[in-house]
């Protein structure tokens, strides 16, 4: 079975609510319509009620049966306003939290952390920090994790290849401890696909073969990550060809074993993470699928402003199968 034939079959028919804040955008109504008519998610579509039916109607396509929640219109707003108030302790006054729920990123996140939806797919229109900033604010992260994190799912050759890349979104810099807590995360995101989780702390050194504060760093977090999560197999640091080829491993990390087999790579900064996953993207003939955020209460993707239909459909996908997740 394909992966994406394996996610669908865990969510199909199972009516997880995903909020759309962006429901007047033709890729998102094209999406979202794909997944109601599967029955793999009910959309709830967040804007203004006259113009997402106008944008729908543009396409071609029909709401009957979507929900619609308009943020002028919403019939729990007061009780949305106080629970964004309670939740922000002090932070925002009644007036000023009534402001910021008229921007659909906030609105679509409190629906979700009240339950109203089970998860959150922004980002095609707004900006990686436009939506990741309400789920900090609001959802926040789990307990034992201080940083969200953002993976990519890398497939190639009709699935027959599955790794994750991590972090490749969020954190310019993490340190030793933000990196284990990212590590352990990654295992976790992998398991979702179906991946054998065998994570590989890269650096450009192999087991002391070069000296630097920043091979300190990978070397740390590599020995909290295993602290954190002694069932999971975590090594490093690991330079990619060991990490990736076993004749190199056998060369350079003859004991270890991540080494040659990894299935998970985590890298020491966000300049890695995101060359890295770009390089494998245009040269490897991989498709990149997310940034799949990590370490949150509750899920919320964020989408590129680049992205079309499809990225929409699968990232719907892998959000709904979140939220299966304990």
């Not at 069932?231 to 990390?253: C, H, M, R, W």
Request: one cysteine or more; hydrophobic letters at 40%.
């Amino acid at each position: 079975m394909e992966l994406f034939d394996s996610l669908k079959f865990k969510i199909v028919r199972k009516h997880i609510k995903i909020a759309f804040p962006e429901a007047t955008d033709p890729r998102i109504l094209g999406a979202a319509a794909r997944l109601k008519s599967e029955e793999l998610v009910e959309p709830v579509l967040i804007g203004h009620t006259e113009e997402v039916k106008k944008a729908a109607q543009s396409r071609g396509i029909s709401l009957e049966g979507f929900e619609i929640l308009d943020p002028d219109t919403y019939p729990a707003w007061d009780e949305m306003v106080a629970a964004f108030v309670e939740r922000r302790k002090g932070k925002a006054t009644k007036e000023q939290a009534e402001q910021i729920l008229k921007d659909v990123n906030y609105f679509g996140t409190m629906l979700t952390y009240m339950g109203v939806t089970q998860g959150m797919v922004s980002g095609a229109v707004h900006s990686t920090g436009d939506t990741v900033r309400p789920a900090l604010q609001i959802i926040k992260t789990k307990p034992g994790v201080s940083r969200t994190s953002g993976a990519f799912l890398m497939v190639r050759g009709r699935d027959q290849e599955k790794y994750l890349f991590s972090d490749c979104a969020i954190n310019v810099n993490p340190n030793a401890q933000e990196l284990a807590e990212i590590a352990v995360a990654s295992a976790k995101t992998a398991e979702l696909f179906d991946i054998d989780p065998k994570v590989a702390m890269l650096s450009f050194s192999t087991k002391g073969s070069a000296k630097a504060e920043m091979v300190d760093k990978v070397v740390e977090a590599t020995k909290i990550a295993q602290e954190l999560a002694p069932d999971y197999t975590i090594d490093g640091e690991l330079q990619f060809d060991a990490a990736y080829v076993p004749s190199v491993a056998a060369q350079k990390a003859p004991n270890s074993e991540v080494a040659g087999e990894a299935t998970v790579f985590v890298f020491p900064d966000l300049q890695a993470g995101n060359i890295g996953y770009k390089i494998a993207q245009r040269f490897g003939g991989f498709e990149a699928i997310g940034p799949i955020l990590q370490g949150l209460n509750q899920p919320v993707s964020d989408l590129s402003r680049g992205c079309n239909e499809e990225d929409v459909y699968k990232l719907s996908i892998i959000t709904a199968v979140q939220t299966l997740l304990d």
